[in-house]
């Protein structure tokens, strides 16, 4: 009931390909879907958000896609550069619940140049 | 200094060593947070502090200590550790427990010999 499955565990795309990374949840009452973005060396940084009354968020070249009836949301990168490479986790909360993010196991993308 | 901050950022010790983390934040949060960054579970929760206030223990062993003397700092007292433990150690920070955007430092890489 708590857990985000996210897949693929590793990708790799081609410089100026698209990234797609996936996420299901099952807990109904989670109300922020974040990213997270974390390089080698670092702590993970918050990349993009959404809250489930949206079906889509884009900041420059990522987008997130949301599927509320599917219980299902997805990172897409566009144009993948080999600055992307890095770790990618998807997560979940209840806003204001009191407890913490429920993070996925982490996509690690690989963009070639 | 900005963000959250950890020190040491490497630690090597013994099974008989005992040895401490320490987290520093600088954001005026009153959460803070422990996470376990290994290979077999990416991101696991370890401890949320909530206005110095212990408010989540996911079944951590005995041989990790946390300590919150305020909302800023954040300590993991580690004795009698075993090899298994070796992982990235990170810290993060958010408004209040709950609040859906946390803040990551970089971790302390902890080898257990």
């Known amino acids: 009931q708590q857990q985000v499955k996210q897949s693929p565990q590793s990708l790799i795309v081609q410089k100026g390909g698209i990234s797609i990374i996936n996420c299901a949840y099952e807990?109904?009452?989670?109300?922020?879907f974040p990213w997270y973005q974390q390089f080698p060396g670092k702590g993970p940084a918050l990349l993009i958000a959404i809250r489930p009354d949206v079906s889509e968020k884009k900041e420059g070249r990522f987008t997130i896609s949301f599927n509320k009836s599917a219980k299902q949301f997805s990172l897409h990168i566009m144009d993948s550069q080999p600055g992307d490479s890095a770790t990618y986790f998807c997560?979940?909360?209840?806003?204001?619940?009191?407890?913490?993010?429920?993070f996925g196991k982490g996509t690690t993308l690989s963009v070639s140049s | 200094e900005t963000g959250v901050t950890q020190t040491p950022r490497h630690l090597v010790m013994g099974m008989t060593n005992k040895k401490s983390l320490k987290c520093e934040q600088h954001l005026g949060h009153n959460a803070m947070y422990w996470y376990k960054q290994s290979a077999k579970k990416p991101l696991e929760l370890m401890f949320v502090y909530n206005f110095k206030e212990q408010t989540e223990n996911n079944s951590v062993p005995s041989r990790f200590s946390p300590e919150c003397p305020n909302s800023s700092h954040l300590f993991l007292h580690l004795h009698t550790l075993q090899p298994e433990d070796s992982a990235l150690y990170l810290c993060?920070?958010?408004?209040?427990?709950?609040?859906?955007?946390?803040?990551f430092g970089p971790g302390t890489r902890l080898t257990v010999l």
């Open positions: 997560a979940a909360i209840q806003n204001q619940a009191g407890t913490a993010l429920i």
């Open positions: 993060a920070s958010s408004p209040i427990a709950g609040a859906d955007t946390q803040y």
């Open positions: 807990n109904t009452a989670f109300d922020y």
